[in-house]
């Protein structure tokens, strides 16, 4: 069955980068684009940016440009973060488009356990 | 790209419908039939439950329906019952291949 199994926990300084990756089962990557969304202790989610795994086409939130890079491998997607601070604590998701060949529509069915990622110093 | 807006609690007895709003603009949720509603739990995954405004993906329960009118989306959930407490978000298409997310909603079943 589909599923979006996500990496571990990770601790990070202020300033440094972080990557989470989101491997991908059950199907095809490349046919879905990927989005990927983070949620800040105690607080609502916030749209990051989304990946078209069969093109590498991307297209990120105006607040995270210059900061974050998605990219894909063999079966696997991955979000990189830099500069961070410590507002960029937050559990990280990677989630499936809903609909497959699509130019993305929304976050749909399939979502990763996310991965909390803490900046401290 | 601002955040839509979501009541911050809403709260119903068990039986009771309730209704969650979701104001945009008419560059989000008033241009695009692409509103989805999440259940999230605590410390667990979103749950996509409304999609395209008002569709259902299988397996949602048909007591969860959507509807829209102008900028604002709105999620209603019939016949309440105590497993249907939760957070609710929204989110919508927002143009130029972005999407924004409410600020969630917190439903409380009395």
């Known amino acids: 069955q589909v599923q979006l199994v996500q990496s571990g926990a990770e601790v990070r300084k202020p300033g440094a980068s972080v990557t989470v990756s989101c491997k991908a089962f059950?199907?095809?990557?490349?046919?879905?684009?990927i989005h990927w969304v983070r949620q800040a202790p105690g607080q609502g989610l916030e749209w990051m940016g989304i990946?078209?795994?069969?093109?590498?086409t991307t297209s990120y939130a105006q607040k995270f440009q210059g900061r974050v890079t998605m990219t894909r491998g063999t079966d696997t997607v991955f979000m990189e973060l830099s500069s961070l601070k410590s507002e960029d604590t937050a559990v990280y998701f990677c989630?499936?488009?809903?609909?497959?060949?699509?130019?993305?529509?929304?976050?749909?069915?399939?979502w990763g356990q996310g991965t909390l990622v803490t900046v401290s110093s | 790209q601002s955040a839509l807006t979501q009541p911050a609690s809403v709260s119903g007895s068990p039986g009771q419908s309730i209704t969650i709003s979701c104001t945009g603009t008419?560059?989000?949720?008033?241009?695009?039939?692409?509103v989805s509603w999440y259940q999230q739990h605590p410390g667990k995954a979103p749950k996509l439950m409304i999609y395209d405004d008002i569709k259902r993906p299988s397996g949602i329960s048909n007591r969860f329906s959507g509807s829209k009118s102008g900028n604002t989306a709105s999620l209603t959930i019939s016949g309440l019952q105590a497993e249907d407490e939760s957070d609710y978000y929204c989110?919508?298409?927002?143009?130029?291949?972005?999407?924004?997310f409410g600020g969630g909603t917190m439903l409380t079943v009395l």
């Open positions: 059950g199907y095809t990557l490349t046919n879905y684009y």
């Open positions: 008419s560059s989000d949720v008033g241009s695009y039939n692409l």
């Open positions: 989630a499936r488009d809903l609909i497959g060949g699509s130019t993305g529509w929304s976050p749909g069915e399939y």
């Open positions: 990946l078209n795994p069969g093109g590498s």
């Open positions: 989110c919508s298409f927002a143009g130029s291949r972005t999407w924004v």
